[in-house]
């Protein structure tokens, strides 16, 4: 009887454990098919505002987690705009003043460029595995793929979004949708990530849809032009002096 | 007999003198009471026409829906043609186009590098077109304290408070930091030409005026405007007449379903300003009432010991035979004469003070200096129509009743009794 027991015990939690992994380990997957040691992205916003929708083309350099730069081409009055993140800092400079400015405090909750994107959510520079704490609430499919659901908590105060809902693709690794929420349960964004292409060994979103859920309008389409991974980056494109080159 | 009454009274001061002073002290500190309260009452109203409100005002649907939050993405588009069609339809008033618009100024240090920083409030209007009446109407030129006004495109006007906190002298150059129409961050540098007090606490704390075409560049708002305001040619608030361009402007161009069709407000339909207006006149009225009345009691009073005073005097002239009806008139003619020359010369000094209280004012910064209200630091008196009449109404018409009172007397004493008060 007493073996019996074990077996069934054995077998009820090999059962529970293939039905609902891991949420850290999810996680960690999940940042490691995102992120890379260096990125080179070029991309276009389509910002479907209230009234028209504009385009934004950029182009950016990433090292890890902590270093970006981002470079503005289109439209006109938006070209040369640069702006870099330095671990927890961000400066942008803007070609007609000839001025690098540190964006901190309220100007981090603006939008960058008029889209559905803040500052502060670029300046997220961890990766999800260490900011939040993460369970598997259940299963889902979305645009026809199995996802896992994870909820995520903050494990520290100072992080842009206190929860989150992420729907994970069981088989890749990539989430294919996400909610984002402040402390008060309110939700504050959602994303939608799509066109899922093979790069080397890992897949990644071409087309990322951000809806800030307190802005009127139909959202942001982040559009992956070309995209790069692990490519050398110069150090020098990570300094203050970069931005005015 | 008119003459022969006057000759009296200038030759009998205490028939003279001190019922001229009393009434003159009454009317006075009338006529001062009036402008002062018309003046105070009259204050938030116009400071909110002068920087917030016109007597009218044009915005989108969307942006008069969310206006609190100033919306510029929300803006009027073809400002131009608007203005234009307005200007041939309604004439008789000025139309100006504005933008208001919050950010950073940003002072850099000699390499570029933020030396200091503050969130501004900014209004853009027209500063540099020469028919421009938008320096007049805020009274740019006279609230310069530092500098010049603006003369070419990128300058602007700080307010003083804030560009001493921000410590930077005209000709500094300033940049600064807000959003597009669209929402994207926008950098513009500045050179502060001048310093300015606008005399609302509200303002003074972190302002910026600079000229709208200027701002249109840097918001990204080609030829759009966040507002356009109306003015009456005179200056003047006429209520009636702004509902019926409101509701006739509103008929005529706003679309239903467009929501970003111009709709218009009269003033008095603005930020609660309505029933501000209705109790500032309830208001004016009843303290005016009150003073009036208080006022008419004490020369009423004075009208009566008058009178009263001049018992024996009467007594003696209806003694000699003088009819009471007679005796009865010079009274009312005397006090006639004393009520017009009091009342004039109360009316005069009365508008003298408030005179005074209107140019220079009272300084009540100190008190309101926490005020988020567009209220002036500034209370002025105003004199209207109303108060180079208002004494003449305690003025004449208490002292006429005082004596008219008292003179009653006259007809109840028999000629028996007025012998026999004559012999004690």
Known sequence: MKFFMVITLLFVSTYSYAESPDGSEI???????????TQVVTSKMLIHSRRDTRTVESKSWTRGTEQSFTEYLAPAREQGTKMLKLEDKLWMYSPSTDRIIQISGHMLRQSVMGSDLSYEDMMEDQRLSKMYEATVTGTETVDERSCWVLDLVARKDDVAYHSRTMWVDQERYVPLKEELYAKSGKLLKKTDLKNFRQINERWYPMLIIYKDVLKT??????????????????EHLFSKAALRR | ??????????????????????????????????????????????????????????????????????????????????????????????????????????????????????????????????????????NIKDSIVRGRLPEKPGEVLVSDEFAEKLKINPGDTVTLISSTMHGSMSMQNFTMSGTITFGVNAMDKGALLADITDIQQALDMDDAAGEVLGYFKDGIYHDAEALELEKTFNRRFSAAGDEYAPVMFALRNQDGLGEYLDLANYMSLIASSIFVAAMSIVLWNVGLIGSLRRYGEMGLRLAIGEDKRHVYGSIIIESLIIGIIGSAIGTLIGLAVAYYFQVHGLDIGSMVKNSSMMMSNVIRAEITAVTCVIGFIPGILSTLLGAALAGMGIYRRQTAQLFKELET
């Open chain 1, 27 to 37: 996680l960690t997957k999940v940042d490691q098919n995102m992120n890379s040691e």
């Open chain 1, 217 to 234: 309008g139909d959202g942001t389409e982040f559009i992956i032009d070309a995209i790069e991974f692990n490519t050398p980056i110069p």
């Open chain 2, 1 to 138: 007999m008119i003459r022969f009454l006057v000759k009296g009274l200038l030759r009998d001061r205490s028939r003279s003198l001190f019922p001229i002073i009393t009434v003159t002290i009454g009317v006075t500190l009338t006529v001062f009471l009036h402008a002062w309260i018309e003046g105070e009452m009259g204050d938030i109203a116009r400071s909110n026409a002068r920087f917030t409100t016109g007597h009218v005002k044009i915005m989108s649907k969307a942006y008069a829906a969310n206006k609190a939050q100033v919306p510029n993405d929300l803006a009027l588009l073809g400002v131009k043609d608007i203005i234009d069609r307005l200007e041939e339809n309604y004439p008789d008033i000025d139309w100006v186009k504005r933008i208001r618009f919050g950010g950073l100024l940003d002072v850099p240090d000699s390499t570029g590098e933020t030396s200091t920083q503050g969130p501004t409030t900014g209004l853009a209007v027209d500063l540099l077109s020469p028919d421009s009446p938008e320096i007049a109407t805020l």
